[in-house]
Each structure stands twice: as C-alpha cells, then as structure tokens.
C-alpha cells in the first residue's frame, strides 16, 4: 500500500511484524498451551482462568465436549469419555492390547493397524481424538493473541517412536494447526530453564505425571541435547499415589473392597484432593462418605503419608540408577535436576530426587506448565520473531533407524543420538542375476535382528536394469527431518535410473480413513479461512488508519484546506466503522476508498519530501 510508505519515509513499512506461535504440551492426563508475549513465555488459560486442559474428551451424539466438564462424565458414560489418548495414539492394534485389560473402550475390529474406538458420534482413532484436544487449545491461542497462529511446536515424549511422533503431527494438521516442529518433552523443559544457553554438561529431567514417570538424561553439546538415556515407568504416576492413599482410608474407615463403583470413584478423587494437599501442608482432615450413608472423620499426615508413597517413590530413584547406567554416567556428573510433571510438587519427591542426585533440584517454574513454556519458547523463535537467535534448538534421533539385510539382520543406517535433521546413503546392490526389483525393510531400534525391531516400512524398489548379481549400485538416502520424521529415496547408480519412494507413515492409516480425515478437516477449513481473511483485513485496515494519522499529524495542516481535510476524515471515519463492524469485504473496500481519497495528498507529501529532502543541496549531489 502506497500510502503507508509514504507516510514514514525511512522506517519499516510493517509495524506488527510479529508473528503469533504457540507451544503445545499435549500430555496424557492434562494438556496446556503457551506462548511468547512481551518477551516472556506464558501460559494461556481458558476464559475461567484455569491453565490445564484436562486430556479428556467425551463425544456424544452431537459432537465432542474436551476437559474439565469431560471428565466429570467418565463415571456416567465411561464408553464415549476418552482419556489418555495418548497412551494409544501410534501404535497399532497389536500393541494397545498388550496394554492390558484396563482400558474400558470398545475398540472396533478392523484391518487397519490403527485402532478405532466406538463412540455414539462414530467411530474414532486416537489420532482423531487428540485432535479435539488440539483444537480447544489452538482456539484459546487464537482468542487470546488475537489473530491467526503462523505455527506451533509440539511436545511428545523422548522415547516416542516415528508412528507416535508421525501420529501426533496429524492430529495437529487435523486440527488445523501448522507444525513448526515437534521437540522433546525433557528438551522442553531443558530450554525452559535456559539450559540450552548454559555451559555444555549433562542434566537430567525427572518427569514424574498422572499416569507416567520418565527420566531422560540429557547431553549438552555445542548447543545442541543429544538424549542419552530415557528410562521411567509407563505405568506409574500421581494415579498410584492416589491409590495407595485411597486404600488407606478404606483401611482405616473399614470401607469394604466391593463398594460401589461411584464410592470408589469419590474416593479416590477424596485421596487426590489429600494428596495434593499435604503438598502445602503438614496434615490434611479427611471426612469420608461411608457407603451406608454414614460419614467417617479422621486425619492423613505427612509422615504417615510419605511412608505410605515411599515405595512408589523408590521405583522412581531405581529408574533413576538404571538411566545414569545406560548413559554411562554418575550422579556427580549430572550438573542440573529439572523437576516436570504435577506430582513433583510433592515434598517427599523433590527431597528423595535430590538426595538421590545430591543436589538441589530446579523447581522454580511450575512443573505443570514447564514443558509448555520451554515449547513456546522454540516457537516463538521458529517464527522468526527473534532474527538474531541464529542457532536453532536442536534434536537427537531418539532410536537407531536402519535396513534388514540378509538372514533377517538388521543394517543400522543411522544410529540413534544422530542430531537431526540428518542424511544418510547406504549402497547396496542385487542378489541375483536379471534381478530388477528389490524390497526394501525399514526398521526402527536398537537390537541387531529384525524380529526384535520395529517395523517402520517396506517398499519395493522397482525398475533396476537387468544386471549380474552385485552390478548394480543401488543407493538409499534416509533422510530425518526436524521433527525426527523419516523419508527415504532410492536412487539406481550405474545406469542412472531414479526411484523415489515415499515411507508411509509406519501406523499405517488406510486410505479410507486418510479421505475421511481430510474431509473433516476440509469443513473446518472453510470457518478458518473466513476468520483468516477478517484477521488479514483488519489488519491491514488498522495499518492504513495509523499511518493516515500519522500524517496527517504532521503536515495535515500545512498541507489541506479544510475541505480536503474534511473529505480525508470522512473516508478515516467510515474506514474504522468497518473494522469495528468486523465486516471483511467492507473494509477492503474503504481502505481502498481512503486510499483514493488521499492520492493528491499523498503526492503533495511526496513532493514536500523532496523539497525538503533537497533544500540546501546542489541538485548534482544526488546524482
Ligand atoms: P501428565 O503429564 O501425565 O499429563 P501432569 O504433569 O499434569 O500429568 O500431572 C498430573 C498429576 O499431578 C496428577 O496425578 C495430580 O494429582 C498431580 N498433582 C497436581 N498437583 C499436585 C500437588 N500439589 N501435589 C501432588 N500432586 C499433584
Ligand atoms: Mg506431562
């Protein structure tokens, strides 16, 4: 717009050249989102104030409600209330079932590898579901910034494999949201605390949820956190405390095992509520609905709460000893303790966790919201909102990636601890005479035979020139982007043939569901492109209006009559009705007009400029 640059000869043409991003911690018991503001990482709350977003989402027969008033349904309608999608999202049926008879849903058999929960609004994967996650925290972003996002960076845990990493990016994508990148839950964390500008060393993230315990032991180098170590239990966090603290009060208040299931279920949210409480305070009363109708009072301190969780704890400082070991280092050697997860907020944990490593830990950032802050701090650099930051965060491939070779062998590729993104060629060549196809198995982890590895892909590359055994050169690249996702090419060497092959993703969507995914999103890709195109015109308009102003504050006396003057305002004024109306194509159109309005203007500013510019100078100087 010729207007603006006329009106600040010299300065930059945009003034809110910054670029909205978020970061996201999509956690498996509650979920949150972040941003930069003012330069400083922020939570966003919801419109109650509250900065979790409870990972819960329960469908019913006209769509799908997320967080808090979700997981009030758990106990009423456990069927379509989907919590800890994030257990399930990746990973193929097989595997879900050996998580075990805990989880409640009904899965819906079915050739695809990726599992389909029934619900009463049809059937959903778990890539669906965090998606309705996605969506509620990507429009709290949007609501709270005020404008489109350019981009967000996601958290997923350090031991998440390609399909759980490839997984999460399309819920996002099927959100809506563009992904910048996705980053390490203990990197996060690392970043949030300003490690990354820290000495080189190594630090350790004790990451201890609802639902799960992890321990990464991080390395420092040049910048970049190569993941030494992951370690944990995936079936251990603040749910067990509350167990153990629930079966405590049935013992003392002689609550028989066989109560119902709703009085359970009150009383384990009794024990969480204790629980969190003896974090702030020495001693908690309880009072207790008895299931005859009765009540029991009584009291939980700490002491007797510590000996009571103390067994939970030391698995934890266990997993603890066995990640240094796989690291191959000592406690000593660890310089920082981040302290993630809400149940690190417990006393007893944070002195167990510093006893252990001998020193004090890092609690001062909320432990809930760490990840989250650490997230959007990288999120907001991937914006390019800070140009000077020219070393960008770097990741690690958490698991080796490699081929099956002959006799069912593995050929690792790319080790795992590889900073990313990375490319890797690897020659082979035929087996037999004539042979002009090969197929190709891609293979994620770290033990030497295929069978113990995990099954990313298999292609075939065809098209070889027949050749005698071991002529041809067959070349593949593998190639790991920023986010730790795989691609691959193969390429023929001796006679130039080029064969591109593109990995499916490893949890293998079938095509059906892709078009069913894409279809959702295409409707809600019409709401978002008309709030885009109000976002996009608002702006600008707002941009035509302070650059009027500001010209006219200048030399708007000097250089109109009043009538001129009148005719400018007019348009200004019929130009902010737009935008306060909200109306997209009506401000278009009167930024447009208050351009036309203003092109004398315009040129008489223009040719002052020049005047001025020029005064006292030979006309020869600026040649
Ligand atoms: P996740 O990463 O698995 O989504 P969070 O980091 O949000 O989980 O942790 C949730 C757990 O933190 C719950 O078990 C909750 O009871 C526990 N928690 C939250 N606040 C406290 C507190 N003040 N004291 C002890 N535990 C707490
Ligand atoms: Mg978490």
Not at 14 to 38: C, K, M, Y
Not at 149 to 169: E, H, M, N
Not at 356 to 373: C, K, M, S, T, Y
Not at 488 to 495: D, G, H, V
Request: with cysteine.
């Amino acid at each position: 717009m010729a207007l603006l640059q006329i009106a600040e000869p010299g300065h930059a043409a945009a003034p809110h050249e910054h670029r909205l991003a978020a970061g996201i911690d999509l956690g498996t018991t509650n979920s949150l989102v972040a941003a930069v503001r003012s330069g400083q990482a922020e939570i966003l709350p919801d419109d109650q104030g509250r900065a979790l977003l409870p990972s819960v989402v329960h469908y019913t027969a006209d769509g799908a409600e997320v967080g808090y008033d979700a997981r009030e349904q758990a106990t009423d309608d456990p069927l379509n209330t989907i919590a800890s999608a994030k257990r399930l999202i990746g990973r193929p049926v097989a595997d879900i079932k050996s998580l075990g008879e805990g989880l409640p849903y009904e899965f819906v058999r079915q050739d695809s590898s990726v599992p389909r929960i029934h619900t009463v609004s049809g059937d959903v994967s778990p890539i669906e579901v965090s998606a309705e996650i996605f969506k509620v925290l990507a429009r709290r972003a949007k609501d709270t910034l005020g404008g489109e996002l350019s981009g967000v960076v996601i958290t997923v845990p350090a031991y998440f494999d390609d399909a759980q990493r490839q997984a999460t990016k399309d819920a996002a994508r099927l959100a809506g949201l563009h992904v910048f990148r996705l980053l390490n839950e203990p990197t996060a964390a690392a970043v949030a605390y300003g490690l990354d500008r820290g000495a080189d060393g190594v630090h350790a993230i004790f990451d201890l949820g609802g639902g799960t315990f992890d321990i990464s032991i991080l390395r420092l180098n040049k910048g970049v956190f190569e993941v030494m170590s992951t370690g944990g239990d995936s079936a251990l966090g603040g749910d067990d405390f509350d167990q153990v603290i629930a079966e405590w009060i049935m013992d003392q208040a002689g609550i028989a095992d066989d109560a119902n299931h709703k009085a359970l279920r009150q009383l384990m949210l009794d024990a969480r509520n204790a629980k969190e409480a003896l974090s702030d305070a020495e001693s908690v009363a309880l009072d207790i609905a008895l299931p005859g109708g009765d009540r029991w009072q009584g009291s939980l301190d700490r002491e007797t709460f510590n000996s009571l969780v103390d067994p939970l704890i030391r698995k934890t400082i266990s997993a603890c000893r066995r990640a240094l070991r796989d690291a191959g280092v000592d406690a000593e050697e660890v310089k920082e303790v981040v302290m993630v997860g809400g149940s690190t907020r417990m006393p007893r944990v944070r002195e167990k966790v510093s006893d252990f490593f001998r020193r004090p830990v890092l609690v001062d950032i909320d432990p809930d919201q760490v990840v989250a802050l650490g997230a959007a701090i990288q999120a907001d650099v991937l914006a390019g909102n800070k140009p000077d930051e020219e070393i960008l965060l770097l990741d690690v491939t958490p698991l080796s990636l490699g081929l099956e070779t002959m006799g069912g062998l593995v050929e690792k590729v790319i080790p795992r601890n590889t900073t990313i993104p990375v490319a890797r060629a690897q020659e082979f060549t035929t087996f037999k005479d004539g042979q002009t196809a090969m197929a190709v198995h891609v293979v994620q982890g770290e033990r030497e035979m295929v069978d113990h590895c995990r099954s990313l892909a298999r292609f075939e590359l065809r098209g070889i020139p027949p050749m005698v055994a071991g002529a041809a050169r067959i070349r593949v690249t593998f190639s790991v982007d920023a986010d730790g996702l795989l691609n691959m090419e193969a390429e023929e060497l001796s006679q130039g043939v080029k064969a591109s092959v593109t990995v499916k993703p490893s949890y293998g969507l079938s095509d059906e569901e892709i078009t069913g995914m894409l279809q959702a999103s295409f409707e809600y890709a019409e709401e978002d492109l008309e709030e885009r195109k109000l976002v996009e015109a608002r702006v600008e308009g707002l941009r035509v209006v302070e650059a009027l102003q500001s010209a006219l504050a200048k030399d708007g006396e000097e250089l109109l009559n009043t009538r001129e003057r009148e005719q400018i305002d007019a348009a200004l004024q019929q130009l902010m009705q737009a935008i306060d109306a909200q109306d997209a194509a009506a401000i278009d159109r009167q930024a447009k007009h208050v351009e036309k309005v203003c092109e004398f203007y315009v040129e008489r500013r223009m040719n002052t400029g020049i005047q001025e510019a020029m005064a006292g100078h030979n006309i020869n100087e600026f040649e």
